[in-house]
């Protein structure tokens, strides 16, 4: 397209290019080799989107908009002119956090170009700390404008500049002067030819005797590799993809480099990464990689201590029982190192599980007896846990695989408490630490143990301090089955809502229950049920119910409310008839409280459970722990 002007109010359609804007310019992604000459973009406020593959414009101007181009695209501007009323040039998407699969270059090349900016404050070149380059540009000078290569500043080589009039800000830690030899690179053609030998601006013949050349260099960014152990596996790829894989040269920088053929479905070349570390703490390596005509590109390499022997016992591991808790206690041989020992705890209730041992081929000897009832997670070894009335009559079993911050695993080894009397039990609440919670689903429901039904994890949202229990499927449940008849029950529920997801839930009808005396098997009790009802204002609906043999029948008028974000305790209690639930959360830097009640007919269960059903196999609620007690 030449000679065209684009001013704000118009709304023009191309056939083959789908063209259409108002104050935003958009090009579709199917669209290729779109170029402009000698074009006006006169206040379209929120200039170009674009997921074209390549773009090119010449001697164009833009006046009045707050950013040039934002998308997934690979643009050349040469010698035009940009008048900004904001202070962002380019907004495109960072190729690190584009999927693997789309090997399409995104960038903007900037050849001669002049740029002006209203802000007196900054001028940052990319938004995202995507790919840029600025040839022999004239930008604002310092006294006016601060000019800033990114406001997401990366620790590689992300920027090119050759000859522009000021210093860019940034440079010394992300960006590369090239040698008039790279310089050569960023002649149009050499850019935008592509496969198909594309030539928008007329110059391959200058060029045709000229050998196409690198003009970028794309390493994996930060990786980290154990000392000496394990290799890990790093990439490096270049711009033209056509001349990349014969122009790379590694140095090593302080680790070793182990070549591996070309990885052809990505067209990028693989290399294997091995450190030495025989420290305690981490050291930190730069990787850089340099194509024949000088481009550099780095990435940070984390070196891992090597590995040593795994951890030996220096005396016979023991369950001691005191204070309603029962612990593991042991030393080993290295008592310098950090404890990362894999410890089972299991409880001894002599049981048949034969059932269980036929479709999961994997058990353990230490199953055949009993059932798992804590773990440790995240390297945090599981070292005691709180005894309950479940655990009366019976032994522990404890598996304690041996570990440190520099080993393997080395062999395990099982011991057992005595049997577990009534007097060692100092409470009748009972907290589920879901750090230390079974989470696996092959086990069926059974008095005494907690439970879990559909995918849960165990990890930390958006926006959310701490880890805890999160939904990963669309149905999921967590029972607490007991065999006690009980008369009263108090429960404690604490709830993290992650920004992933503002509302907590996916979809409008998409709810989570907490149940109080319960039973599991007949799915009778009561609970609250919290549901999204409006997916626009975070609208959620609160109601408590009665559950009877899978009939639900609502016992209470619903409150409604779209506080649903930050912490939010929700405190149970049946005391005699009455059900009662109190919901707190923060408002305004105040603590609020919204309080729901219904009359019961008293049942004798004594379990407690939650629910989970999503539209979607994502959740973000995150549960931190459930507390509960008998009155």
């Not at 030899?181 to 850019?191: E, F, G, M, P």
């Not at 079993?397 to 060692?424: F, M, Q, T, W």
């Not at 149970?572 to 919204?594: A, G, P, Q």
Request: hydrophobic share 35%.
């Amino acid at each position: 397209m030449e000679n065209i002007n684009f001013i704000e109010g118009i709304d023009i359609e191309i056939k083959g290019k789908e063209f259409s804007f108002f104050d935003l310019i958009k090009i579709s992604k199917d669209s290729d080799k779109i170029s402009f000459k000698n074009c006006i973009f006169d206040k379209i406020k929120e200039g170009i989107e674009s997921d074209a593959k390549r773009l090119y414009f010449e001697e164009c101007s833009f006046r009045g908009l707050e950013k040039i181009i934002t998308g997934n695209t690979f643009c050349v501007f040469n010698n035009c002119k940009f008048e900004l009323e904001g202070n962002i040039l380019t907004s495109l998407k960072d190729m690190w956090e584009r999927d693997e699969e789309d090997r399409n270059l995104c960038g903007a090349v900037f050849l001669a170009c002049k740029i002006s900016s209203k802000t007196e404050k900054e001028l940052y070149i990319s938004e995202t700390g995507a790919f840029a380059v600025m040839i022999e540009c004239e930008l604002p000078t310092e006294d006016k404008t601060q000019v800033i290569w990114s406001k997401k500043m990366l620790d590689t080589v992300n920027y090119y500049y050759y000859n522009n009039n000021v210093h860019i800000y940034g440079s010394d830690e992300c960006a590369q002067k090239l040698s008039e030899q790279s310089r050569k690179a960023y002649n149009i053609w050499n850019l935008l030819s592509g496969e198909d030998e594309w030539d928008p601006s007329g110059v391959r013949d200058e060029y045709i005797d000229y050998k196409k050349e690198i003009f970028f260099v794309k390493l994996t960014r930060n990786i980290s590799c154990i000392g000496g152990m394990e290799k890990s596996v790093i990439s490096l790829s270049g711009y033209p993809l056509t001349v990349q894989n014969n122009v790379m040269i590694c140095e090593e920088g302080g680790i070793k480099i182990i070549p591996k053929a070309s990885d052809i479905l990505r067209n990028e070349k693989i290399f294997y990464v091995i450190g030495e570390n025989d420290s305690e703490e981490s050291v930190y390596k730069v990787l850089r990689v340099t194509s024949e005509n000088g481009l550099i590109a780095e990435c940070l390499v984390e070196v891992l201590p090597s590995m040593i022997e795994p951890p030996k016992f220096i005396n016979t591991p023991i369950v001691d029982i005191r204070d309603g808790r029962a612990y593991i206690e042991y030393k080993f041989d290295t008592s310098d190192k950090k404890d990362m020992s894999d410890i089972r705890w299991y409880r001894v209730d002599n049981k048949d599980r034969s059932y269980f041992n036929e479709v999961n081929f994997a058990l353990k000897s230490n199953e055949k007896d009993c059932r798992k009832i804590a773990v440790s997670q995240d390297d945090s070894p599981c070292y005691n846990i709180q005894l309950t009335y479940a655990d009366v009559g019976k032994r522990l079993k404890v598996n304690v695989k041996p570990r440190h911050n520099r080993s393997k695993y080395g062999a395990s080894l099982n011991v057992e408490s005595r049997i577990i009397r009534s007097a060692d039990i100092k409470a009748e609440n009972i907290s589920i630490v879901f750090e230390n919670s079974v989470l696996e689903t092959t086990y069926d429901i059974e008095p005494g143990y907690l439970t879990a039904k559909g995918s849960w994890e165990y990890k930390k949202l958006e926006g959310v301090k701490s880890k805890g229990l999160v939904a990963s499927d669309n149905i999921c449940g967590l029972y607490y089955q007991s065999d006690r008849k009980v008369s009263d029950i108090k429960l404690l529920a604490m709830l993290s809502i992650g920004k992933n997801i503002p509302s907590g839930f996916a979809d409008v009808g998409d709810y989570e229950e907490i149940y109080i005396k319960y039973d599991a098997f007949s799915n009778s009790g009561y609970g609250i049920r919290y549901e999204l009802e409006d997916k626009e204002t975070n609208q959620i609906s609160f109601r408590l119910f009665k559950y009877e043999d899978n009939i639900i029948n609502p016992i209470s008028d619903s409150f409604y409310g779209n506080f649903f974000s930050g912490d939010i305790d929700i405190e149970m209690e049946i005391i005699d008839n009455v059900f009662k639930v109190t919901i707190s959360y923060l408002k305004d830097y105040k603590t609020r409280y919204e309080t729901l009640y219904a009359l019961v007919v008293p049942n004798k269960y004594g379990g407690v459970g939650i629910k989970h059903a999503s539209s979607e196999k994502v959740s973000g609620i995150s549960i931190k722990y459930i507390e509960f007690n008998y009155v």
